[in-house]
C-alpha cells in the first residue's frame, strides 16, 4: 500500500537568504526576516524587528514533547528536519513512499510589508527547495511560497515554479492586507494556478503576522507559556474553515472549476460539519457569486487532511467521500507522530474497506497532486 504524505514540513536553514536572495537584496532580507536565538533559551521568529513567536524550536523536535526541547535552540533539533538525506532513511523506517513538503519559517512571509522584497525572498526560498529536492526529486516534492501582498507578482512566480515543475503552491487561509481571498485582486494568481496546473494548498500557522483569529483572538501568539497551544488548537481550523467559506461563496471555486484546493494542517473532522452548514445556507438562499452547493464543489475539486489519530476519520470519509480524505504526517513539527505516524494512520482506518485505505493514505494525494505513487 503505497503512502503519499500530502503535508510534511522542513526547518530551513539560517543562511537561506544570505545564499539564495539577489546579493543586492541579501542585507535587507536579513534585517526584514530572521531565526534569532535567546540567552534565556529558545528560539524565535522575528519579522521586521519585532519578535513574533518564541519557543520556535519547537518546529525542529520530531515528535517530542515540549519538556524535552523549551529553552533549546532552533539548530539542535532532529536532523531529519534539516538534512534532505536524513528524512529519505526516516520516510524509509516510517513506510513513506512521498512526502509533498511546507515550509515552516516562510510561514510568515505574508506579513512583509514591501512586496517586492516579498517576492525576491519567495523566489529565493523556492530555489532552495529545489535544490533540498535534488537529493531524491522522485520521492521529494517541494511546495512553492509566493508573495500574495502583490497578486501580479504572486501569478507570476505561479509562472515560473511552474516550469520548475513544483505541483503545489502554499497560501496562507487569511486576509493579506485586509482583503479576503475572493477579492477581485487575486484573480489573477487563482487564474494562474488553474492555468497551471497548480494545486493551492490552503496551510494555517499560529503566527501573528498576519490578522483574522489571530486578531479575534489577539493573545493566542503571545510565549511563553500554554498561548501558543491554544493558537495552535484554536487558530488553525478557524482559519480553515472561514477561508473555505470564502472561496465557496465569494465564487473562487466555481470561477476556476479546474484548480483544485487543499485544506491542510487542520485535522479534517471539522469538514463534514461546516460542509454541511454551508450547503443548508446555499439552499436557503441566494448567493449569486456560487451556482454550485458547497458539497458538490467539494467532490469536485477539494481535498481535507487528516491526522492518523482522529477518532472521527472514519465517520468523516462517509460523510464528506472517500476520494477527498488525505493523510499528512506534520513532520517534523513537535505535534506530529514521529516515529509511527503511519503505523497509526494505518491502525486508525484498518476497519475501513481496503480501497478507502488506499485512497487516504496514498492514491488521493497522488491524484491530487499529479505525482504518480508507482
Not at 503552491?169 to 486576509?175: A, I, L, N
Not at 464543489?297 to 467521500?321: H, N, T, W, Y
Request: proline share 7%.
Amino acid at each position: 500500500m503505497k503512502v503519499f504524505d500530502c503535508d510534511g514540513h522542513v526547518a530551513e536553514p539560517r543562511d537561506l537568504f544570505d545564499r539564495y536572495v539577489d546579493p543586492a537584496l541579501r542585507e535587507r532580507a536579513r534585517a526584514t526576516m530572521s531565526i534569532q536565538d535567546f540567552e534565556t533559551g529558545g528560539s524565535g521568529f522575528v519579522l521586521e524587528g519585532r519578535c513574533l513567536l518564541r519557543g520556535v524550536e519547537a518546529v525542529t523536535f520530531a515528535g517530542q514533547k515540549p519538556a524535552a526541547f523549551l529553552g533549546k535552540h532552533w539548530d539542535e533539533g532532529y536532523p531529519g528536519a534539516f538534512d534532505p538525506a536524513q528524512r529519505l532513511r526516516d520516510m524509509d523506517a516510517e513506510g513513506i513512499d512521498r512526502a509533498m513538503i511546507f515550509p515552516s519559517f516562510l510561514g510568515i512571509l505574508g506579513g512583509v510589508s514591501d512586496a517586492s522584497l516579498a517576492a525576491a525572498m519567495a523566489r529565493a526560498y523556492n530555489r532552495w527547495m529545489l535544490d533540498y529536492c535534488s537529493t531524491e526529486p522522485h520521492r521529494l516534492h517541494g511546495v512553492a511560497v509566493v508573495p500574495l501582498q502583490a497578486p501580479a507578482l504572486a501569478a507570476a512566480e505561479v509562472e515560473r515554479v511552474a516550469r520548475e515543475g513544483f505541483r503545489c503552491v502554499m497560501v496562507r487561509p487569511c486576509p493579506y492586507r485586509g482583503l479576503t481571498i475572493d477579492h477581485p485582486e487575486f484573480e489573477p494568481f487563482f487564474a494562474a494556478c488553474e492555468a497551471a496546473d497548480l494545486v493551492v494548498g490552503f496551510h494555517p500557522f499560529p503566527f501573528g503576522d498576519v490578522t483574522w483569529t489571530q486578531g479575534i483572538l489577539s493573545d493566542l501568539h503571545s510565549a511563553p507559556g500554554t498561548a501558543i497551544q491554544l493558537a495552535d488548537m484554536a487558530s488553525l481550523p478557524m482559519d480553515s474553515m472561514l477561508t473555505m467559506a470564502y472561496a465557496m461563496f465569494g465564487g473562487v471555486m466555481d470561477r476556476h472549476p479546474r484548480l483544485r484546493f487543499s485544506f491542510l494542517e487542520s485535522n479534517g473532522s471539522w469538514a463534514a460539519m461546516w460542509i454541511d452548514r454551508m450547503d443548508k445556507r446555499f439552499h436557503r438562499s441566494r448567493y449569486p457569486a456560487i451556482q454550485t452547493p458547497p458539497s458538490e464543489i467539494v467532490a469536485r475539486q477539494c481535498f481535507i487532511s487528516l491526522d492518523g489519530d482522529e477518532r472521527a476519520l472514519p465517520a468523516v470519509a462517509e460523510l464528506i467521500g472517500e476520494d477527498v480524505i488525505v493523510w499528512a504526517s506534520d513532520f517534523p513539527h513537535f505535534d506530529g507522530k514521529f516515529p509511527g505516524a503511519v503505523a497509526e494512520a494505518k491502525e486508525h482506518v484498518a476497519a475501513l474497506p481496503e480501497r478507502v485505505q488506499r485512497k487516504f493514505l496514498g492514491e488521493n494525494a497522488s491524484r491530487m497532486y499529479g505525482i504518480p505513487l508507482g
